[in-house]
DNA sequence: ATTAGCACTCTTTGACTTAGAGTGCTAATA
DNA sequence: TATTAGCACTCTAAGTCAAAGAGTGCTAAT
């Protein structure tokens, strides 16, 4: 693709995300400098469409971006914009509240990235299972229940209450509780099962039904903490976008959104693939082995469009997210959900700096100093031009 | 009104309820045997609308019921059918889930009742302030860091991160931990206050400073409790109902939902209002005072429409709230929010028969035996006819 | 290689018509 | 006196048509 049909592609969806009009050629010859009259734009035009860049809604209309176009101009035409002053107060000053957990850090993230952006952002919680448990304590609350507190690196903290054997007084749980403590503290999430944590039965001299009982709690209070919460905000948003004045359309979009699950799963596989490519570039880069293993990073984010989103009834939409770390290796992925025509510059700007933000205020929280800002690198590549 | 009257309203609602369509006057013959000519009945709905009770779009459209006609219906004309057995065998199915804390149950109850109305629902947590406080505790989890549990009657709990001075150890946490216990346990979540708070400083022999940091954290823990928590659920249905076709209106009645505090706050005022009319009417009924303390009880729902909302976007919105009782005194709202255009039959009915699922199984997890069926009157009066 | 020019296509808009559903009123009826 | 049949009138919804306008695609000239 030449340099001719690469800037007329820019401009073209430039002009479509800015108008939501399909773009003529005349309007790109008044609107871009472009020292071309309009016939030769529309010659150019019919070759991209031809190259399957450009779609046109019927025949004697303007053209706007394919799948295959935006895709384009996301991988080559991108140009990423430093984010305003002003948006980054905004950002700063919505995160930098206190918080007393990690996940309360994240709902209020995806409440900034959702406003900054006018559309969805979802969250993941960060991926547990390779962090390992710091403490873990159960307390009695009233006969018959209690507490369980686990406590993960970075200052994660899970609590979630449980029943236990009515008859189980203070003294007894206290020290089936010490027993598990003794027998899961610094162990990784991910190599507790049943079978280890039942050899916490022994040595408390209680009646094992009784202890087996609190044992089941804890396990599943530590399964819990493993699940992979979602987070979600702004879903209201997308009624104020002109691609959603079809209710329909609306409805069936909410639709898939509910469910969360889905959605979080499609984000992690995302994040694998990217990955993968990541290393696959690095590795071509690279002939030193040390370097590779330096170099080995999340990419700075990710980028899925229409058609290559593959859910039902996400034809329409488009997917950025990028990776935050929460201070340590604990790291989650944040994102935003929206129309295919969206402006993907200022969209990465701000995703890149709520993550930033978000990160920085992690570590303040965890009384981590804050990290070197050069080796947070913010974008890929700068701004063509 | 005379009978007649009566029942061509109560025809009129049932069937632009049914349709969504303005109902004229062959469609009542067609519909309903009146035994009676269009014409008669075109006669009786001009009159209906010289009152107040129905609208016309336009000159040569049939009539919908105005506010008032809603009104009337639902005060006069109302007939709340019993619920079906799927109904009710789904709703038990859907509640009977075993969950740790109140709160879980509530969130469960909201999903259920928005499921079953396919309107919003919308619930507040029990109002606490009456209750008092049977447990506090204080735990360290980190230097730094510490949870707060505190434990009202019905078993509900609630915990809270805080944040204490980093050099307090685990023993002298503790200390101060069980002063506070000492010195609220017992009191009314009303009567706390910082002065109240402040005196379980003494005794401990520590410095002021570190004390008082901890005892303002516990304060804002409790205060925290205190605060009315909103559950809200099915907004997504919304978008099913032709009235909500409108983009435009769908995105205003959106806006308003997420101002979670005042439509919670609006909740508390209709309540408030009910129950003083409930008294009254109980006033005029009885003359002896121990049966008129005997009757004070909570109205079995309330119904707010249309213009009687006095919120700006809620003009074409319905109310139905009722009372929820978590055993004991402990008592919130629950309810649904949805188009003017309702079964207010259907309606009502599904939310009694909610509300009294989730009173019993609020009873079960608290250990309480099932509430007398008698006491629980679900509906005010019966189906008339 | 570019561009001016023109024929052709398709959408949008507004005006107009028609069919149909509904009412309101009047006069006849029980 | 209450009810009803009948009819004129009103308003909407849907369809048709023409005209305007915005675009393109192609051809021939530059």
Redesign the interface.
């Known amino acids: 693709m030449d340099e001719r049909k690469k800037t007329i592609l820019k401009a073209i969806v430039d002009d479509y995300v800015a108008t939501a009009e399909p773009v003529a050629s005349k309007a790109l010859v008044r609107n871009h400098n472009l020292q071309l009259s309009s016939a030769t734009i529309r010659n150019v035009m019919a070759e991209l469409e031809d190259m399957g860049y450009l779609e046109k809604p019927h025949t004697s209309a303007g053209r706007m971006p394919s799948d295959k176009g935006y895709r384009a101009y996301v991988d080559n035409l991108l140009s990423v914009p430093p984010i305003s002053k002003e948006d980054e107060k905004a950002i700063r000053d919505f995160l930098s509240v206190?918080v007393?957990?990690a996940q309360d850090l994240i709902e209020r993230t995806v409440e900034c990235l959702s406003k900054q952006t006018n559309y969805v952002s979802v969250a993941l919680s960060p991926e547990y299972s390779d962090s390992s448990i710091?403490?873990i304590?159960i307390?009695m609350?009233?006969p018959?229940?209690a507490?369980v507190?686990i406590?993960l690196s970075a200052?994660v903290?899970h609590?979630?209450?449980?029943?236990i054997p009515a008859m189980l007084d203070e003294k007894q749980l206290n020290s089936i509780a010490h027993s598990i403590e003794r027998c899961l503290t610094g162990k990784k999430l991910d190599d507790i099962t049943l079978i280890t944590i039942s050899s916490a039965a022994e040595g408390t001299g209680l009646p094992d039904a009784l202890v087996n009982q609190v044992l089941y709690e804890a396990y599943i209070a530590i399964k819990q903490t493993e699940k992979i919460e979602v987070f979600i905000d702004g879903?209201?948003r997308l009624?104020?976008h002109p691609e959603?004045?079809d209710?329909e359309r609306?409805?069936r979009f909410?639709?898939v959104l509910?469910q969360t699950q889905m959605v979080a799963g499609y984000m992690r596989d995302v994040q694998q693939e990217e990955e993968a490519k990541c290393r696959a570039a690095m590795f071509d880069q690279y002939d030193d082995d040390a370097e590779k293993e330096l170099s080995v990073r999340k990419p700075a984010y990710m980028v899925r469009i229409g058609q290559e989103i593959n859910i039902e009834g996400m034809e329409n939409a488009s997917f950025i997210t990028t990776t935050y770390r929460m201070g340590g290796e604990i790291a989650g992925q944040i994102g935003i959900i929206g129309p295919k025509r969206m402006n993907y510059g200022d969209m990465i700007a701000q995703i890149s700096f709520v993550n930033k933000a978000m990160s920085a205020e992690a570590r303040r929280h965890c009384?981590l100093p804050p990290e070197d800002e050069n080796d947070f690198e913010m974008y890929p590549f700068e701004a063509q031009e």
């Open positions: 206190n007393n957990k710091e403490q304590k307390m609350i009233e018959g229940r507490i507190v406590v200052g903290v609590d979630r209450l449980i029943r879903r209201h009624l104020q959603f004045k209710v609306a409805s909410y639709s509910r009384g």
